[in-house]
């Protein structure tokens, strides 16, 4: 029997394949740029900047948020998405500045050539505390987990198990609302790749689809809230939340990441 999903999940083309690959590096080495910014008393919308100016005048890209409009949301004000603290995700660069200890994800799109890499860290200001540190490392395990599920044949069931299981497993949640996404020449294609789920079911992974795996991970409870700016979501409970975000190639024995970059940091040690 057909599964529901592929009919519409694209395989890419060597051709868009070399192009995914030059976009996803791009979006890396953003983040590698911006890296030795993130320090108390620098405000998101100066990383924005950094950021933005990098992107346009530097690489040639198109920083993809700016003005992006999904179904039902106004248009997206700034380049990068800056989300501090309790800010599971979408937070707007704004004139607030970093206070030593803050965490925050600062999430890139870029457009090369018509194609999208899409990656997010998380990064500290200062030294953060053994809990929002803890917090951060679990959810790089989590999308790495994610990761290492990923190979034809393959269910993106798998991957939400592996995600979920070792956030729970670290007393985690894992947030419902919002999930990976197929990638290419659009933004945010099919499949949607949840990050909780169980083995076995969903889509079968096949060679050259390209998507995303991108936890957002609480440190208490999965309810998140949207602010009034259309946009910012927060933790219901104002618990930290971290996200890491790769986008990645289905090979045809397994997994390649492309949004690699020397500044990414490497895959954890995994102790079981
Ligand atoms: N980069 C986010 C993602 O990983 C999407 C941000 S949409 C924006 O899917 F408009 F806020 F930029
Ligand atoms: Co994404
Ligand atoms: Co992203």
Same mark, same amino acid.
Request: glycine share 10%.
């Given at each position: ?26 979006a ?22 950094? *950021? ?10 198109? !920083?993809?948020? +700016?003005? %992006?409009?999904? =179904? @039902? ?36 799109t ?6 999208h890499g899409d990656t ?58 919002? *999930?990976?996404?197929?990638i ?6 099919? !499949?949607?790749? +949840?990050? %909780?789920?169980? =083995? @076995? ?11 995303t ?32 975000e790769?986008t ?25």
């Amino acid at each position: 029997m057909y599964s529901r999903h592929s009919m519409s999940v694209a395989i890419k083309t060597p051709e868009e394949i070399e192009k995914m690959r030059v976009a996803g590096k791009l979006a890396a080495e953003v983040l590698d740029f911006v890296a030795p910014c993130v320090r108390p008393g620098v405000t998101t919308a100066e990383l924005d900047y950094l *950021c933005h100016d990098y992107m346009v005048n530097v690489q040639k890209t198109t !920083p993809a948020p +700016l003005n %992006y409009a999904p =179904p @039902g949301y106004q248009p997206f004000p700034k380049s990068t998405c800056t989300s501090v603290n309790h800010v599971v995700c979408h937070g707007v660069p704004g004139d607030k500045k970093l206070k030593p200890g803050d965490i925050v994800n600062i999430d890139i799109t870029v457009i090369k050539d018509g194609y999208h890499g899409d990656t997010s860290r998380m990064f500290y200001a200062g030294q953060p505390s053994i809990q929002a540190r803890r917090l951060c490392e679990v959810t790089f395990e989590c999308m790495w987990r994610g990761v290492l599920a990923v190979k034809p044949g393959a269910h993106l069931g798998d991957i939400g198990h592996a995600i979920q299981c070792w956030a729970e497993e670290h007393g985690c949640s894992v947030v419902r609302e919002f *999930c990976g996404h197929g990638i290419g020449q659009r933004f945010h294609e099919e !499949p949607q790749v +949840l990050h %909780y789920g169980k =083995p @076995g079911t969903g889509l079968v992974l096949r060679p050259g689809m390209t998507f995303t795996i991108e936890p957002m991970i609480n440190a208490g409870k999965p309810d998140v809230r949207q602010l009034a700016d259309g946009w910012t979501v927060v933790t219901k409970d104002h618990s930290l939340s971290a996200q890491w975000e790769h986008t990645v190639l289905v090979t045809g024995t397994g997994c390649e990441v492309l949004t690699v970059s020397s500044g990414a940091p490497p895959m954890p040690q995994f102790r079981d």
